[in-house]
């Protein structure tokens, strides 16, 4: 069974500071891909960056970077140069790459960040 | 990013009467739509997994029934909930899923800005 956990309900960060959002996850499928997104308070879930299970290099999206290790099985969100509009609820999501059961995505309970001035 | 949209962003019904929520997908065909609930603090759980054309596959615990789903085009699906209960009152949250485009490295899912339904 696949299974996404993020240990962090709450965080706080200093403005213009980085941050890493913890996401650790369990497959038995070889090819998974780990997705981030973010939800603001207005509900809408907005798509972040991706690191596929074969991809060697760690993904970079703008500020917002991915640690993936792989034989650690975690994908921790980083947010550099933190902004006020950072502020929202972050979700850790995987799917498997195999059709059937486990190829849906599914979301860890989440973290929500918030980021002080 | 790909864009979805949604309708209506809110509904408040009475109890006993049935609620459409429609999702599309306004630049792109999506083959795969995706049905979810969020109850307050929570996590997204997912209903249904729509495909144009064909039925809706339920995930466990969700009544078929109650929770009606047409994919009838490839921009396209609704869900209708059925005879709702203060306690369907929710966010719904629908997700299409793009083509893997030429290059990139898997197909993504985008969501729609969400429905929140409130069932008096």
């Known amino acids: 069974a696949q299974k996404i956990t993020q240990t962090q309900p709450g965080m706080f960060v200093q403005e213009k500071e980085a941050v890493t959002l913890d996401c650790t996850y369990d497959?038995?499928?070889?090819?998974?891909?780990l997705f981030w997104y973010k939800q603001p308070s207005s509900g809408e879930m907005i798509f972040l960056i991706y690191q596929g299970s074969y991809d060697e290099q760690n993904a970079t999206e703008g500020r917002y970077s991915l640690n993936f290790q792989k034989a650690r099985k975690s994908a921790n969100l980083v947010i550099s140069a933190s902004q006020l509009g950072d502020s929202a609820m972050y979700f850790c999501a995987m799917r498997g790459f195999y059709g059937g059961a486990t190829n849906k995505l599914i979301f860890g309970t989440g973290t929500l960040l918030a980021v002080q001035p | 990013g790909a864009v979805v949209s949604q309708h209506p962003s809110r509904v408040i019904c009475k109890s006993g009467t049935s609620v459409k929520i429609e999702c599309r997908s306004l630049d792109f065909q999506a083959t795969t739509m995706f049905w979810y609930r969020q109850f307050p603090k929570q996590s997204l759980m997912l209903m249904a997994t729509s495909n144009e054309g064909s039925k809706a596959t339920y995930e466990q615990g969700v009544e078929k029934d109650k929770f009606l789903i047409n994919h009838a085009s490839l921009t396209l699906s609704t869900l209708t909930v059925t005879s709702a209960h203060p306690e369907d009152s929710s966010f719904y949250i629908c997700?299409?899923?793009?083509?893997?485009?030429?290059?990139?490295?898997?197909?993504?899912?985008?969501f729609g800005p969400g429905t929140r339904l409130t069932v008096l």
């Open positions: 997700s299409a899923r793009t083509p893997r485009l030429a290059g990139g490295p898997t197909d993504t899912q985008y």
């Open positions: 497959t038995s499928d070889q090819s998974y891909g």
